[in-house]
T-cell receptor
Framework: DAGVIQSPRHEVTEMGQEVTLRCKPI?????LFWYRQTMMRGLELLIY????????DSGMPEDRFSAKMPNASFSTLKIQPSEPRDSAVYFC?????????????FGEGSWLTVV | GDSVTQMEGPVTLSEEAFLTINCTYT??????LFWYVQYPGEGLQLLLK?????DKGSNKGFEATYRKETTSFHLEKGSVQVSDSAVYFC??????????FGAGTRLTVKP
């Protein structure tokens, strides 16, 4: 079975440009998560969707960040305009709905560098 | 809110040494507890989990026991290998909620 698929794997962009990260969750999973990982701040939850609806977006750092989930098989995280401090690894993860014992499955991450 | 606190690293051990990485949690309900591992250049993957008090999760020689009385879920392994070098994350999930991760502990095992 395919796991969580993220694209692009690596992106280098200039400050001020728009960045769009994409995620395809595991089929049948009802919950989708976006995390950001940096050396300084560790792993931070940015936003959590359940059944395509944003449940908790309190971790989205500022208005430059937005996330959408138009359907059960696709989500985007957009940064506009990008800044050097946005450089990080962005992980998408999905989980079957149901009880809290369900495992979260991570994609391989999108490595973003803003110069 | 719910949170986990885990031992700060980095941890450096010699091969075949005993490993303990401490993790404690704060939760209002009855969470499930997890250990995830991240190898260089990869995403996080589940190592083991426990869904109720006194449960023991185990995998690849690693173990952790869900201790409600001490709100802990410490990770242990009796004899580490070089291939265990990675970053280890403790995490919890409450019913209906997202999953919260600790800061991660980097383990380096030297031959």
């Amino acid at each position: 079975d395919a796991g969580v698929i993220q694209s692009p794997r690596h992106e280098v962009t200039e400050m001020g440009q728009e960045v769009t990260l994409r995620c395809k969750p595991i089929s049948g999973h009802n919950s989708l998560f976006w995390y950001r990982q940096t050396m300084m701040r560790g792993l931070e939850l940015l936003i959590y969707f359940n059944n395509n609806v944003p449940i908790d977006d309190s971790g989205m750092p500022e208005d430059r960040f937005s996330a959408k989930m138009p359907n059960a098989s696709f989500s985007t995280l957009k940064i506009q305009p990008s800044e050097p401090r946005d450089s990080a690894v962005y992980f998408c993860a999905s989980r079957p709905d149901g009880n809290s014992g369900n495992t979260i499955y991570f994609g391989e991450g999108s490595w973003l560098t803003v110069v | 809110g719910d949170s986990v606190t885990q031992m700060e690293g980095p941890v450096t051990l010699s091969e075949e040494a005993f490993l303990t990485i401490n993790c404690t949690y704060t939760a209002t309900g009855y969470p499930s507890l997890f250990w995830y591992v991240q190898y260089p250049g990869e995403g996080l993957q589940l190592l083991l989990k426990a869904t109720k008090a006194d449960d023991k999760g185990s995998n690849k020689g690693f173990e952790a026991t869900y201790r409600k009385e001490t709100t802990s879920f410490h990770l242990e392994k009796g004899s580490v290998q070089v291939s265990d070098s990675a970053v280890y994350f403790c995490a919890l999930s409450d019913p209906g909620n997202d999953m919260r991760f600790g800061a991660g502990t980097r383990l380096t095992v030297k031959p």
